[in-house]
T-cell receptor, first 113, second 114 residues
Framework: KQEVTQIPAALSVPEGENLVLNCSFTDSAIYNLQWFRQDPGKGLTSLLLIQSSQREQTSGRLNASLDKSSGRSTLYIAASQPGDSATYLC????????????FGGGTRVLVKP | NAGVTQTPKFQVLKTGQSMTLQCAQDMNHNSMYWYRQDPGMGLRLIYYSASEGTTDKGEVPNGYNVSRLNKREFSLRLESAAPSQTSVYFC?????????????FGSGTQLSVL
């Protein structure tokens, strides 16, 4: 069974600082890995999807890296803003699990003005 | 383009009552999912439907039933609600399982069972 761990569980930084969020998973046979953002009381929004053949994916200030062999992904958010405050979740899609995604517990981020 | 729409947004039930959570997507996706989110437990898959006419159990299916009514709609039914089913429920959809498939979520249903 795929186990997904996100460290740290919570993070508080001053505005402008770069954010580094970590995700580790136990089954490296994955189709892809997604990073999601969840605002309080809302659903999840997909931020980035990295295919298993890719090493990284970028969208604006967001960059996600994937090291499949070691079971790790990192989400970098450059020059953080108060609007980046949210919970960030990672989810690898395991080949053996077909349509079933497993989610990490998330990292709750607070960016202070 | 509404994406994934869930109803209701909030619901309070008494133990033993039944209810159906509705979900509809307008992206012509083949796969649909129901998750529940609980503090300290993260998101857990209840049931999913890989395509119209098929449904499969996820990680925590006990106490729930689902119906893939057509390609657009996937409902979740609680036949006899229990306090342990107090949670936030999310519906999601995706085109297919594969290497470049994003998951789209609804805004959730907050359910309390007293």
């Amino acid at each position: 069974k795929q186990e997904v761990t996100q460290i740290p569980a919570a993070l508080s930084v001053p505005e402008g600082e770069n954010l580094v969020l970590n995700c580790s998973f136990t089954d490296s046979a994955i189709y892809n890995l997604q990073w999601f953002r969840q605002d309080p009381g809302k659903g999840l929004t997909s931020l980035l999807l990295i295919q298993s053949s890719q090493r990284e994916q970028t969208s604006g200030r967001l960059n996600a890296s994937l090291d499949k062999s070691s079971g790790r992904s990192t989400l970098y958010i450059a020059a953080s803003q108060p609007g980046d405050s949210a919970t960030y979740l990672c989810s690898p899609r395991v080949k053996a699990a077909g349509n079933k995604l497993t989610f990490g517990g998330g990292t709750r981020v607070l960016v202070k003005p | 383009n509404a994406g994934v729409t869930q109803t209701p947004k909030f619901q309070v039930l008494k133990t033993g009552q039944s209810m159906t959570l509705q979900c509809a997507q307008d992206m012509n996706h083949n796969s649909m999912y129901w998750y529940r989110q609980d503090p300290g437990m993260g998101l857990r898959l209840i049931y999913y439907s890989a395509s119209e006419g098929t449904t499969d159990k996820g990680e925590v299916p006990n106490g729930y039933n689902v119906s893939r009514l057509n390609k657009r709609e996937f409902s979740l039914r609680l036949e006899s609600a229990a306090p342990s089913q107090t949670s936030v429920y999310f519906c999601a959809s995706s085109q297919n399982a594969g290497s470049n498939e994003k998951l789209f979520f609804g805004s959730g249903t907050q359910l309390s069972v007293l």
